[in-house]
């Protein structure tokens, strides 16, 4: 009790002392250590503390410097709140609702804002199709033949060399390609788990590893989960007799674009290893990042092969190819066996022809024009809704990916709102269909990769406006 009084001490102190202007835009903040020092307080509370502050949108960190205090504009809005989802497994996952919204998927007489997807006109179209034609000259036999059972060697090569760039060793030979990144968090889950088990996930979640963990029989267990650092370790630690695998997307994942600092990451591993609780990590979003450096993986921590890293290129060069893959760790064997009983083997075509945009640096020159149009557009979206939302609106600070978290006024329904503005032709998705429970119900996420135009604002400007309807009020 001493302790939590002594936290929000200080917390509504530095809180103070900015909006007096006692510290002013641009000062520079006492460093973690030096907080704890001046106040006999341990580095949690110290962290805890700044996040608070950084969720009120007072101070900002910057890397290798610290905490300052924020020079970001009088108009951003405050973070979404922490997660606190019950710590009760579930098995039922909104159905009438997910199969509600994933029938807008593919209408072109739709503004899709509802599926984390890229536009086609933000991906190298003509490009690719070259590649495409060039890999029916390269590969045996114009691709026509089964691949390996571990998949292209080229894209398995590509692959491994690039995991240097987030602090990886992969060789091509941990590799083995999937048809999408769905499909290899399945095989991940079925190398890992049987019916009953519990599977612990962020929450909140993307609900095709939900959906994906209830059909396999698993029960799911949310962890509370921060906007900008994603699941809190105590959280994972208070669960960890109670699961027997975890789910996690440490890098920029949807709905809330949060990134785990590498501490974090690093003690996750350990703490998950230490159990001999096995780690599938999501990183499909990776490559996405708005800083000037790709955050490193929970991979480049594994020291036993008991994380099992996944990704591919569906969000961020060619969703309709279904290029996937996973590096399984000590569960290859597993997930190779899975693969041959699935599915035999992967598209040959596809899966050159992305090694070949890889290797040819076409890949990268693409991402650098896309993560500064996403970054953008993240601007251009966040202040939209600044401006045309109402008092009290809350929206996510994402530092990579493709989607905003929105969170309203608990008294209205996302799922009202999406259903009025489907009438409209405007696809939104509403915040429950990220949770197995009864959560996120006033929340909702936008898709921000979408060329940024005046009809978009235009129609931010009109879901602001709804949102101040009754019409969308609980009943």
């Given amino acids: 009790m001493a302790g939590e009084y002594l936290y929000h001490k200080i917390a509504n102190s530095l809180e103070h002392q900015i909006r007096s202007g006692l510290l002013k835009e641009g000062d520079k903040l006492p460093s973690l250590r030096t907080l704890c020092q001046q106040h006999q307080i341990s580095m949690n509370t110290a962290k805890r503390i700044f996040l608070e502050l950084e969720a009120l949108s007072l101070i900002a960190p910057r890397p290798q410097s610290g905490y300052f205090v924020s020079t970001l504009p009088a108009r951003q ?6 997660s606190r989802p019950d710590n009760i497994a579930n098995v039922r996952t909104p159905d009438l609702l997910l199969s509600k919204i994933y029938a807008s998927m593919g209408r072109e007489d739709l503004t899709l804002l509802s599926f984390a997807a890229p536009a086609a006109e933000l991906l190298p179209m003509a490009k690719l199709k070259k590649e495409l034609l060039h890999a029916t000259k390269t590969l045996h036999q114009g691709g026509i033949k089964y691949e390996l059972a571990q998949g292209n060697v080229n894209l398995r090569r590509m ?3 690039r995991s240097i760039g987030w602090g990886g060793s992969l060789h091509e030979d941990d590799l083995v390609t999937t048809s999408g990144g769905m499909e290899a968090l399945s095989f991940a889950m079925m190398a890992l788990g049987k019916a009953g088990d519990t599977i612990a996930v962020e929450s909140p979640c993307y609900p095709g590893i939900l959906e994906l963990a209830v059909s396999l029989g698993f029960k799911v267990l949310e962890l509370p989960t921060h906007p900008i650092t994603g699941i809190e370790l105590e959280g994972l630690k208070q669960a960890i007799p109670h699961i027997d695998f975890c789910l996690l997307i440490p890098n920029f994942n949807t709905p809330l674009g949060s990134c785990m600092p590498d501490a974090h990451k690093k003690e996750i ?12 990590e999501d990183d499909v979003y990776g ?4 800083g000037k450096q790709r955050p490193r993986c929970c ?5 036993e092969g008991n994380v099992l890293w996944c990704s591919s290129v569906s969000k ?5 190819y279904r290029v996937g893959w996973i590096a399984p760790g000590r569960f290859k ?9 699935h599915v035999i083997a992967s598209t040959s075509i596809t899966q050159e ?7 040819s640096g076409k890949y990268d020159t693409h991402l650098r024009e896309f993560r500064k149009t996403l970054e953008q557009n993240y601007h251009h979206f966040a202040r939209a809704v600044a401006d045309y939302f109402p008092e009290g609106t809350k929206v996510s600070r994402p530092q990579g990916g493709l989607t905003l978290w929105i969170e309203l006024h608990p008294t209205v329904d996302t799922l009202k709102l999406h259903d009025i503005l489907l009438e409209q032709g405007i696809s939104v998705a509403p915040g429950r269909m990220f949770t197995l429970q009864d959560q996120f119900e006033h929340c909702l996420r936008l898709c921000i990769a979408v060329p940024w135009t005046a009809a978009i604002e235009a129609i931010l400007k009109k879901i602001g406006a709804l949102v101040r309807s009754p019409r969308v009020l609980k009943s």
């Fill in 77 to 82: 809005l405050p973070l979404p709140a922490v």
């Fill in 159 to 161: 692959v491994a060399i």
């Fill in 269 to 280: 591993v350990e703490l998950l290893a230490k159990h001999q609780i096995p780690l599938i």
């Fill in 287 to 290: 490559d996405l990042y708005f």
């Fill in 299 to 303: 991979k480049s921590f594994d020291k």
């Fill in 316 to 320: 961020n060069l060619a969703p309709g």
């Fill in 333 to 341: 064997e597993q997930v190779l066996k899975l693969k041959l009983r």
């Fill in 353 to 359: 022809a992305v090694a070949n945009f890889l290797r």
